[in-house]
């Protein structure tokens, strides 16, 4: 595995690029816990990779080469994992945009291919990647790429980059709208568009993340966590983290303490026969 954080300018959009070898099937499914971030994943290989949502458990997708997956308001599911190389980068809150070119609020709860999004060009990224065999190669080509696609300035608005930060000391949505000098509906409008989520849902998944970090460290104690992290309660708690998850935070088992929006559910060899192969 390798995790970094890219140079400048990358580094103002981008939180890491990272690289995972699997040498062996992994056959259990996951829930993929929100983050409020959106994700760039190219595995170098052609295997179909499976996913599904929340409320359509029966019915899975497949893609190959490359996806984004947008902010998402809740889970959705992985399907089994194949062996090989996949590469990716994980955007900052609000950023992605400014290289992948569409409002974040067009990609909330999607899944699209990179070939959808940039047309033969990220089908070309993609052959381009499979073909270094140097692990720390592929990462810096991936830097090298989103380097030459984002669009400058590279700025975040003001007013959402006062939300973002207000978000972290535990302001109410309406305060920190009216210390923006904007009104609720253009304050929203603006959120939405930028990050992908509205302002409240986007607090509940943050503060949502600060709870799964101390869970997957093993911070044991539910109402310790619920305290800690701005929950009024463990109910409170447990209600948000259900409906986040997907399962009670005694049932969260991330497969280790850095991949804390992973949950492990259990086999996969039922979605491997449900998956719908891409056209």
Known sequence: MIRYSPAPPLDVAIDCIWLSQRREHFASLEHMLP??????????????????????KALWHGWTRGVIHGPQSRYYLAGPKPPGVVVGASFRVGMAAEILGVPLDELRDRHVSIEELWGYRG????????????PMAVCRALEAELIARIRRPLLIHPAIAYALHASSVSARVDEIQQRTGYSPRHFIDLFHSTVGLTPKHFYRVQRFSNALTRLARGDARLADVA?????????????????????????????????????????????????????
């Open 123 to 134: 089908l070309e990224l993609h052959e381009r990647l499979a073909a270094i065999r140097e």
């Open 35 to 56: 983050s409020g971030k959106a994700q760039l994943v190219i595995p170098l290989h052609d295997s179909v990779i499976q996913w599904a949502a929340p409320e359509s």
């Open 227 to 279: 305290s800690a992290t701005g929950y009024a309660d463990q109910a409170h708690f447990s209600r948000e983290f259900r409906e986040l998850a997907g399962v009670a935070p005694s049932a969260y088992c991330p497969p280790a303490a850095n991949s804390e929006h992973h949950h492990v559910v259990g086999s996969g060899k039922k979605a491997s026969r449900l998956v719908r192969r891409p056209a």
